[in-house]
């Protein structure tokens, strides 16, 4: 902070990256569930109606287990994969992240699987959260501002995660455009 009132942000210099959510952003169609259990029954949810049937099972006490998303099955093109592809052509792979809530092992299956469909970017630029909440997305581009990023882009299909990570940054002084990702 300057005497004469002019604020200076961490960095002047603009940083930018974009950062999109895997499942029913990049990729819809894709043969992952989640298992719930509950008093020995056992439901099977497909990826797809996860944000919407996720917090009703969680509400009801099931407990869930992910692990069928540590591989990438089926899918095919989804809404913002051709959005991704243009920011690389644009600006080049370094800054394009991935952010989902599978687990971090799950990384190599969606770089593969991004590969397969002409996107290559690096490793460390895929987040395996292995947690489901906004608040985790969130945390993740906090982390992001501390290294320097102050021009950022979010797109998910779950309104909660937006309405998170859109809070978060709404307190930071970045350019941000955090949007929710339709199917049409």
């Known amino acids: ?5 002019v604020k200076f942000s961490k960095s002047t210099k603009p940083k ?18 989640v298992t719930a259990t509950k008093d020995g029954k056992t439901v099977k949810i497909p990826s797809d109606k996860w944000p919407i049937d996720g917090p009703r099972y ?10 069928d998303f540590v591989n990438v ?6 809404p ?4 991704m592809k ?7 792979n370094k800054n394009v ?7 971090q092992d799950a990384a190599k299956p969606i770089q593969e699987w991004l590969k397969s469909k002409g996107i290559d970017i690096p490793l ?3 987040t395996g959260l292995g947690n489901s909440t906004g608040d985790a997305k969130a945390a993740w581009f906090l982390e992001k501002y501390e290294q320097g990023y102050n021009d950022m882009y979010f797109v998910d299909d779950a309104l909660p995660n937006v309405k998170a990570v859109k809070k978060a940054l709404s307190q930071l002084d970045v350019k941000s455009d955090v949007q929710q990702a339709l199917a049409s």
């Open 1 to 5: 902070y300057m005497g004469n009132g």
């Open 16 to 33: 930018g990256m974009s950062t999109f959510d895997f499942d029913e952003t990049l990729i819809i169609d894709g043969e992952n569930f």
């Open 58 to 67: 969680s509400e009801e006490g099931w407990s869930f287990d992910f692990s």
């Open 73 to 78: 099955r089926g899918g095919v093109e989804g």
């Open 80 to 83: 913002l994969l051709q959005k």
């Open 86 to 92: 243009n920011q690389i052509a644009k600006y080049g």
């Open 97 to 103: 992240f991935v952010l989902t809530a599978r687990m």
């Open 124 to 126: 460390k630029n895929i």
